[in-house]
């Protein structure tokens, strides 16, 4: 790949965040969009505007010939693995949405596969571009809090009847997997990310409102212990009445405390740390807005860039696929232990 040629992008689901993609690849002038995918009409999608070959399967559009380097899959979360595996087939460099899988098994076929090909697979967890983030991240790498002793990680959301509209993949467990899959992914990456792995877990799962529109809990409360030190909690909902409430980290260390709060984790609230004076930060980019309801931070034009920059050499996925897996695998260590109480 030279420095000035385009890269050419494909993305497959052509719902809110596919299209999300296709504008931000078309906005790149490092990136060129050349096909999409939906097993909806491009009319039904919304789509037209997206002046490009249209395809209703993946093969099809591998068929057709037409140059790809890499595959955006932006479909419902239990297909994203199966999607990968075949992007990774036809030798196409790979970014997923959040999340790579719906089961460590899966995303480990698709790390296999990517090194077998040797084409990277790229995980979307925007939410690490937020000013918020990148300065937590420096302040935790740098050791500036000290000793980490304990996280709280609180995710209040609002999903309704807007959200879970009947006969559609959200709720269901065979294609969106769970509220912590789906929602609240983005912030135990950032946990991840921030303080590594986690283990000793427990919790108390309800569900409060949403008996008649999703397969799984609405809401729950963890606790764990972190395997460099130090322990962690994560209380979360989605049962909150009409609005997100907030998406937040308090973090105590033994020179200071953090807490970062807003609807999607983008404000800092307190850094109160001995000796050390907070940098003012750049304004977070808004929440991707939905209409009745918001979710994490736009900042998929970093997500893309990052890819065309990895190709072209010029640095490292911001989210790799062991990442990715690292997540998903939590998640199912979380969700083992809601399977193996009744009362859910
Ligand atoms: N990073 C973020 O902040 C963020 C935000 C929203 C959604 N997402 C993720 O993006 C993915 C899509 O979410 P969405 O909100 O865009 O959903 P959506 O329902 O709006 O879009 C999904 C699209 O996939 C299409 N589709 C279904 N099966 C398909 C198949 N077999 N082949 C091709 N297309 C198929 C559907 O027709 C639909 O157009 C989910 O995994 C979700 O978790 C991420």
């Known amino acids: 790949m030279t420095d000035s ?8 689901g052509a719902g809110h965040i596919g299209k999300r993609h296709a504008e931000m690849v078309r906005r790149d002038e490092e990136s060129e969009l050349v096909a999409m995918v939906d097993v909806r009409s491009q009319e039904e999608c919304e789509a037209t505007h997206l002046d490009v070959p249209f395809f209703t399967t993946m093969e099809e559009m591998f068929d057709s010939g037409i140059e790809i380097d ?112 789906t929602q609240f992914s983005h912030f135990i990456d950032i946990m991840y990310w921030l303080f590594g792995d986690i283990d000793n877990i427990q919790g108390k799962f309800k569900d409060f409102t949403h008996a008649n529109s999703t397969d799984f809990e609405d809401s729950g409360m963890v606790n ?37 709060g ?15 004076e907070m940098p003012e930060l750049k304004a977070a980019n808004p929440a991707n807005d939905y209409g009745p309801y918001k979710g994490s931070a736009a900042n998929h034009n970093y997500v893309i860039k990052n890819v065309i920059d990895t190709l072209k050499g010029r640095t490292t996925a911001t989210t790799n696929a062991l990442e990715g897996l690292k997540v998903v695998e939590i998640i199912e260590r979380i969700y083992k232990v809601r399977n193996e109480q009744i009362d859910i």
């Open 70 to 181: 890499v595959v955006n899959v932006c479909t419902p979360n239990g297909l994203h693995a199966e999607q990968s595996l075949a992007a990774l087939e036809a030798k196409k460099h790979v970014v997923v949405e959040k999340p790579m899988g719906l089961s460590k098994d899966n995303c480990e076929k698709v790390i296999y596969k990517s090194l077998q090909e040797s084409k990277h697979v790229f995980c979307v967890m925007q939410n690490r571009y937020s000013p918020p983030s990148e300065w937590i991240k420096s302040v935790v790498e740098d050791k500036i809090l000290g000793d980490i002793f304990m996280v709280q990680l609180n995710c209040y959301w609002n999903r309704d009847d807007r959200y879970y509209m009947k006969g559609g993949w959200k709720g269901t467990q065979n294609l969106d997997g769970g509220t912590l899959f």
């Open 224 to 260: 764990f212990d972190f395997v460099n030190g130090g322990m962690g909690c994560l209380n979360y909902s989605t049962a909150v009445a009409d609005q997100n409430l907030e998406s937040s980290i308090t973090i105590i260390g033994s020179k200071g405390s953090v807490k970062i």
């Open 262 to 276: 807003g609807q999607y984790m983008n404000e800092v609230e307190v850094c109160n740390i001995n000796g050390y």
């Open 5 to 12: 040629s385009k890269i050419k992008f494909a993305v497959v």
